[in-house]
């Protein structure tokens, strides 16, 4: 079982910055070595944004914050990070964190999900 805590959620102007953090505990398998994070807003579907291979520097972007949002992990403290820049109102939405057994965007290979964080872009 892999239990995951995200932080770092708030308000903020478009064209401002945000940092999410997304600390792992309980054991790491095969079925979690993968951590991604995933958003979604009010009447939309679940949104793959960015994923990350743990131990590597291996990712992926959805093409909507790619060139924006970077995705970044500390190993000692099986915490990842995303890192938003430039972020605009249609960001806004509920992110997740979560941990999965493949390298995709698409939340059905995803096994352990967080509560979730809201973020909130004003114009």
């Known amino acids: 079982q892999v239990q995951l805590e995200e932080s770092g959620g708030g308000s903020v102007q478009a064209g401002g910055s945000l940092r999410l953090s997304c600390e792992a505990s309980?054991?790491?398998?095969?079925?979690?070595?993968?951590r991604g994070w995933f958003r979604q807003a009010p009447g939309k579907e679940r949104e793959g944004i960015a994923v990350?291979?743990?131990?590597?520097?291996?990712?992926m972007y959805a093409g909507s914050v790619k060139g924006r949002f970077t995705i970044s992990q500390d190993n000692a403290s099986n915490t990842v990070y995303l890192q938003m820049n430039s972020l605009k109102p249609e960001d806004t939405a509920v992110y997740y964190c979560?941990?999965?057994?493949?390298?995709?965007?698409?939340?059905?290979?995803?096994?352990?999900w967080g509560q979730g964080t809201q973020v909130t872009v004003s114009s």
């Open positions: 979560a941990a999965g057994r493949a390298l995709s965007l698409r939340p059905t290979w995803y096994t352990y």
């Open positions: 309980g054991e790491i398998t095969d079925s979690s070595k993968y």
């Open positions: 990350i291979y743990t131990g590597t520097i291996t990712a």
